[in-house]
C-alpha cells in the first residue's frame, strides 16, 4: 500500500466502471451499475434517490467498507479495489470519517470521552474539546448521549468523525432521524467544515430537499447514476424546508 501521503492528490475519488453485485440465493441483485464518477478535493457532494437506488452502496465503496464486483475504485493513484483487507482497514482509518443516521455513540461515555475514542485510531488526532468547540458542543462535553437532543448527538458524531482529521467525510442520511430544526444546523455544520477546513463531504439522503446544499448533486435510480449536475448556487442550511 502507498504511504497515506500518495492520497493527497487533486482528485480524491475515482469511480471506474464501479459495479456491485449481491448474490441472493441464486439471483444476482445488482445495487450498483457501471458507475463513472470523479470527486475533487474539498469538494461537497449529495447523493440523491429513493431507497434502493444504490446510495449505501457507493458509500460503502469509496469508504473502503466494501469491494466492487467490477470496476476500479481509487483515491490518488491508489486502486482501493487491490488493497488487502488490512491496508483498507488502515484507509478508512486514517482516511476516512463516517457519519451515520443512527448516532452510534457509546451511551456510558460522555460527549468528550465519545471523541476521545476516536483519537485512539491515530497518530496525529485534533484535540477531543477543540472538535466538539468546532461543532458548537464545547459546553455538552461532559453530557452524556441520553442528556443530549437527537441533533446534538449527531454533531457530537461529527466531532468523533473530525477528531480523526479525515481527508474525507462520509454522511450516510445524517439527517434521517432529526425533526427540520436539528437537521439544518447539522447541515450548516457540514458545509461550515466543508468551506472552512477544504474538507470533501459526500452526503446521501432520500431528500430531495437536502440535495442543494451542495456545490454538485449526483441522482441514482436502480443502481445507475442518471444525472450528475454542478450546483453553483448552494442554498444555505438554514433556509432548508420539507
Not at 128 to 135: K, Q
Amino acid at each position: 500500500m502507498p504511504p497515506m501521503t500518495a492520497f493527497n492528490t487533486a482528485a480524491v475519488l475515482r469511480l471506474e466502471r464501479a459495479t456491485r453485485i449481491f448474490r441472493m440465493g441464486e439471483i444476482d441483485v445488482p445495487a450498483l451499475v457501471e458507475a463513472d464518477l470523479t470527486i475533487a478535493a474539498g469538494e461537497f457532494l449529495t447523493v440523491v434517490g429513493p431507497s434502493g437506488s444504490g446510495k449505501s452502496t457507493l458509500l460503502n465503496l469509496v469508504g473502503g467498507s466494501d469491494r466492487p464486483t467490477s470496476g476500479r475504485i481509487w483515491h490518488g493513484d491508489c486502486d482501493l479495489s487491490s488493497l488487502s483487507d488490512n491496508d483498507l482497514t488502515e484507509y478508512r482509518r486514517a482516511i476516512v470519517g463516517f457519519i451515520f443516521q443512527f448516532y452510534n455513540l457509546v451511551p456510558t461515555l460522555t460527549a468528550l470521552e465519545n471523541v476521545q475514542v476516536a483519537t485512539e485510531l491515530v497518530d496525529n488526532p485534533l484535540d477531543p474539546g477543540e472538535a466538539l468547540d468546532v461543532v458548537g458542543l464545547a459546553d455538552r462535553a461532559g453530557h452524556f448521549p441520553a442528556q443530549l437532543s437527537g441533533g446534538e448527538q449527531q454533531r457530537a458524531a461529527i466531532a468523533r468523525a473530525l477528531a480523526k482529521r479525515p481527508q474525507l467525510l462520509l454522511a450516510d442520511e445524517p439527517t434521517g432521524a432529526l425533526d427540520l430544526p436539528a437537521a439544518r444546523k447539522v447541515l450548516a455544520t457540514l458545509q461550515r467544515l466543508n468551506r472552512s477546513q477544504q474538507l470533501t463531504v459526500i452526503l446521501i439522503t432520500h431528500n430531495p430537499a437536502i440535495a442543494n446544499v451542495a456545490g454538485r448533486v449526483v441522482r441514482l435510480a436502480s443502481g445507475r447514476i442518471v444525472e450528475s449536475r454542478v450546483n453553483d448556487n448552494p442554498i444555505a442550511a438554514e433556509t432548508v424546508a420539507w
